[in-house]
């Protein structure tokens, strides 16, 4: 189930309940890096949504770069879900994002 919900700061986020992925399984998840939490050499663990954490396998200084620059900005997450409680936690094996809407400034 996905809800809609107002956080402390008023302001509106969608929630998806842990319900509604198994563990195990692989799903695409529409949802933007809304923080990274914490990042070393070939790891990085990101916040997506506000609301799910996502393990990444980071090859170079670049991509991370590249993730921060990408912040807030949807994409498509193709990723194996590892926990649902208590919150949803991802091995996250393929980003998507679309065109850079800085390129076509």
Do not use: W
């Not at 663990?45 to 799910?52: F, G, R, V």
């Not at 393990?55 to 997450?77: C, Q, V, W, Y």
Request: charged fraction near 20%; hydrophobic fraction near 45%.
């Amino acid at each position: 189930m996905i809800d809609l919900k107002s956080s402390d700061s008023g302001q509106l986020r969608l929630e998806v309940a842990p319900s509604e992925v198994e563990v195990g399984n692989t799903y695409p998840i529409l949802a933007m890096v809304t923080n990274i939490l914490e990042s070393d050499e070939g790891h990085a663990l990101l916040e997506l949504n506000h609301s799910i954490h996502a393990h990444i396998r980071i090859t170079s200084a670049e991509k991370l770069e590249m993730l921060k620059a990408r912040a807030f900005e949807p994409g498509i997450f193709i990723a194996k879900v590892i926990k649902t409680v208590p919150l949803i936690e991802i091995d996250c094996q393929t980003i998507v994002f679309g065109k850079s809407s800085s390129h076509s400034a």
